[in-house]
């Protein structure tokens, strides 16, 4: 009750912002019943199909949804009588998770009200509830826990200022770390921060992080090339893709990039901004300092929008804009040099391990607090560089272009650090494989 009359008491605070951002841009709209009445039974059927038993995957957003395909593909192995479901919290999730597992196997995840995550459990017949990375929802975990379905949170993450609000409340949220059946944490910090907050010693397991095991491992792909050959990319050209950007950072790489390419003919960019709302602003950014916006939703079809056959130079004054969803993953591999966003403001940083996969020279900014783990690795084994603000993120693509055997140099130590932390894939198997509803079914492959 406690916490239905707090979240009831927040929508209420919000509903002004709420009720702006649905009529501006479109947010918060869809998925509307299954997020304030939980999964209906009917639509829970047609998901389930002839399953004896759900599992139900929560992944909040695109990064999350990202780490799932191949999981989830293991764990039907031997286990076919099992539907595979998966609840995300965003419209840029939800459409990459249709992408990914297709519509029929895709909902939006309940708002974390008794009576809706109670009917989704009941309607899914879930028996066992997996949760991406840090999605602690009170009401769903104890409706889980009472249910005697079990809870494992896989890729777990949890930052040292979470770590310690969670403990400063403690009366109030500790039945809910305490009610975790398995938490495979990314490494033995995190693990002694699940700790602190209440998980129990036999329950956490240090399987490290998905995302090493999830990044690229070569840019000779028919998604990268045709991105390639689709922005028209010459052998002679550096290409540096800035990521998952903020309100503030496009400008900054603009900025950098309009200065920098009158002495580096070669240098070329791609911006893809974090949120699909922001694609438009982005796009007049560009404009107002005259520069040609290639759009990459304005053509799919091999080649950029807006020149013809034996023209199709990409020109130092065009910028190409991806304002689509689900893609940056393979704009990484077209790149040389890659800048990681949200990581110059307050966001907390993006998933770096893409661009580092591909073995392209990797920096970001500043504030990384989500994925400090993986940017400390990074930077301590001299694959990626980090930068304070506009003029050491110059000197930085300056460096990269003037050296490029460094840059090359970067990119390669990087792709050593992945590929010396891959594994984690079968390590939350084995996890996922000691819970009740998996016991001996999921297979792991072992080292020879």
Known sequence: MFFNLAYAFALLTLSP????RSIRHGRYRRGALQKLFGLSKARASAMRGDAWKTVWLHAVSVGEVNLLPELIERMRVGNGKTAFVVSTSTDTGYDLACQRFGAENVFFAPLDFSWAVRRTLKSLQCKQLVLAELELWPNLIAAASDAEIPIAVINGRLSENSSRNYQKFSRVIA???????????QDA???ERFRACGVADENLHVTGSLKFDNAPTTRDTDEVQSRALWAS???????????STQAGEEAMALAVYQRLRTRYPELRLILVPRHPERFSLVA???SAGGDR?????????????????????????????????????HWWGVSQIATVGGSFGDRGGQNMLEPAGYGSAVSFGPNTKNFDTIANQLLAGGGAVRVADERELEAFVDRCLADAASADQL?????AIVNRHRGAYDRTLEMLGSLQSFKSSIPIRRAA
């Open 175 to 185: 039945s809910t770390f305490a009610r975790l059946s398995a938490v495979g944490c």
């Open 284 to 286: 007049n950014l560009i």
């Open 411 to 415: 990119g390669r130590s990087a792709q």
């Open 233 to 243: 990319v010459d052998p002679w050209h550096r290409v540096w893709c800035v990521g």
């Open 17 to 20: 912002v709420i009720a702006y």
């Open 293 to 329: 916006v290639v759009a990459r939703s304005e053509s799919h079809q091999g080649r950029r929008p807006g020149v013809e056959v034996g023209n199709d130079q990409w020109k130092a004054n065009e910028v190409v804009l991806i304002d689509t969803v689900g893609e940056l993953r």
């Open 189 to 191: 910090v995190t693990a």
